[in-house]
């Protein structure tokens, strides 16, 4: 018996124990013999209420705050750093010289275990899908890029965040392809698949709900990044230049996480009923890596991602404490314990939701550690295309 979840915004509904897509009706649903879940669809009319004049107007009038607290994140492209500045540059060290830069590069890259070479797959995987991404921004009312070279606040953070972002893939995508480690065509393809089937997301065209994602999302990755170069710098020898790539991106995340998430604190602020809604809205849905339809051309939809989560998990570059951590910090950073005036029944019911949630979720990570500890010894050996097929061992969940 599989149960069902409908992605609000389009009829496809997606398999929550497989995570099979299946683009399908009502009707589909039910001869199929799954339950649709009412909730959700009452979820659907209540995020389009968010469209309505008054509450895009609440973020229109941010635009000036975003010029003067927002902009200011993004950095200068002349004091940007640069894939170059972290790898070897052939025009810099000559011919000799990057020959013997590569040879180092390569001796470093032998001592990172496989489960974190896969990890570290995911990370450039994701950043490589960067063009769904602007796509995503560009979706929301009031933000978008309408004519792609807009002079709003807006469409020029879209576009200068989008630039940064951009640099994540290439450095990543380099040294994996300098390092010698990888089965590139493998990886290559994984990147395109993903950038084919796109991600999904709820709420596709509201603010409050966008920036609740992409404030979430971006800590996750500033983590993800952040304890991927935690992991390959301390183990063993350690590959100190490959640590410094992840370092170097995870601070980039971090000032895009300050962004987004101080955008949706003035939100808060502007209408906290509204903005805790929102959050609680997500967080019912849960927010999954931009990766959920990764996959590696021999699983289904959602099933190489459940895999993936699970090795992640076990090599420690991101796990459920992270995404309890992320939540608790969001709780903070938006003062929704502290929430009261201006709560209509259902804000209030969103706060009591959310500040009930980290617990709910910490107990889940005990019944996995739990579970982790009881399996200790039947871990599944899953072959990974992009490190040739050596397999790597995990409790799946
Ligand atoms: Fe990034
Ligand atoms: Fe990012």
Redesign the pocket.
Known sequence: MHELVLRDYRPTYICRRCRSKAAANRETVATVGHRLEKKIVVGEEEWRTYLAPERLEVVRQLEPWVEEHVLPLLKPVEASWQPSDLLPDPAALGADGFHAACLDLRAAAMGVPDELLVCLVANMVT?EALPTYPSGLNRLEVVRDATGADDTAWARWIRGWSAE?NR?GDVLNRYMHLSGRFDMREVERTVQRLIRDGMSVHAPTSPFHGFVYVAFQERA?AIAHGNTARLVGARGAGDAALARICGT?AA??KRHEAAYTRLMGKLFEADPDASVRAMAYMMRRRIDMPTVFINDGRHSVGDFYARFIAIAQQAGTYTVSDYRCILEHLIRQWGVEELATGLSGEGRQARDYLCALPRKIKRMEEKVIDKSAKAQNKPTAIPINWIFDRTIGVVLP
């Open positions: 950043e972002e994540h990755t991106v980039d995340e």
